[in-house]
């Protein structure tokens, strides 16, 4: 990705995460942020639909406030509810409720998901977990992958932040291939969030995104070209023209 024309200023947000399982990227973001991404925001609250979810235990155990959505279609008490929190950045980590219209309008251009397919393709309504994995096998895709993007008002139809590609191999199985793309996506999911959280990567009132990620290169960081080459490929100039080639931007 390039940079942008003009260079926004630095920020730390007050970040929001929704989950609604057991939240296994709900942990790279507390590690994320109470690590390497301190400087860029601070998780002030999770929420979920569900008050059995391990994401909540996850949260109160990092010391972080949690509340239950109770009625995931009520745009107005979600939205007092991440007021009270102080939030200026919202984060869907395996939130499987369609976010309501007033809490995607509040949150213009600052509500984030991932997805674990390569966006437009395997999306939409009832799209989620091992049926998007199904269903690139059952379609002969040789390639998938994990997006983040933006959130509008339609199932994973905003503008895409980054994409990273994940091959699908002889043999896979759905779970298979979940485990490959999920490796990914913990990888590239916090460095999104760090980078729209500081500023780095903005939505433009011309609605396409503009900014810059940074990308771990290097061999301290070989599981990077994971998707591309063997992780023992160690070879960082190389890797650093395989990530121009990913992020054209």
């Not at 409720?97 to 939409?124: Q, Y």
């Not at 992958?145 to 191999?169: C, K, M, N, S």
């Not at 080459?229 to 023209?241: G, I, K, L, N, S």
């Amino acid at each position: 990705m390039t940079h942008a024309h003009t260079s926004p200023a630095p920020r730390r947000s007050r970040i929001a995460v929704l989950a609604s399982g057991g939240g296994s990227n709900l942990q790279l973001l507390l590690d994320h942020f109470a690590g390497t991404a301190d400087h860029m925001g601070e998780i002030v609250w999770v929420g979920s639909d569900k008050h059995t979810a391990g994401a909540l235990a996850r949260a109160t155990s990092s010391g972080v406030p949690t509340g239950v959505v109770s009625d995931p279609y009520d745009g107005d008490a979600l939205l007092a509810q991440l007021r009270e929190a102080g939030a200026d950045l919202l984060v869907l980590a395996g939130y499987l409720k369609l976010v309501p219209e007033t809490v995607v309008r509040a949150f213009h251009g600052r509500l984030l998901n991932v997805h674990p397919a390569l966006l437009p393709a395997f999306g939409g309504a009832g799209m989620y977990g091992m049926r998007i994995h199904t269903a690139v096998l059952e379609h002969g895709a040789t390639v998938t992958g994990v997006t983040v993007h933006f959130v509008d008002e339609q199932y994973d139809r905003g503008p895409i932040v980054a994409q990273w590609p994940v091959p699908v191999l002889p043999g896979d199985t759905p779970t298979t291939l979940a485990a490959r793309v999920l490796r990914v996506e913990h990888r590239l999911f916090p460095l999104c969030v760090a980078a729209v959280s500081s500023g780095a990567i903005v939505l433009g009132g011309d609605g396409r995104v503009h900014g810059h990620l940074d990308v771990p290169v290097g061999i301290a960081a070989p599981e990077w070209r994971f998707g591309m080459v063997p992780d023992t490929v160690e070879d960082a100039t190389a890797f650093a023209t395989d990530v121009a080639r990913v992020f054209p931007r």
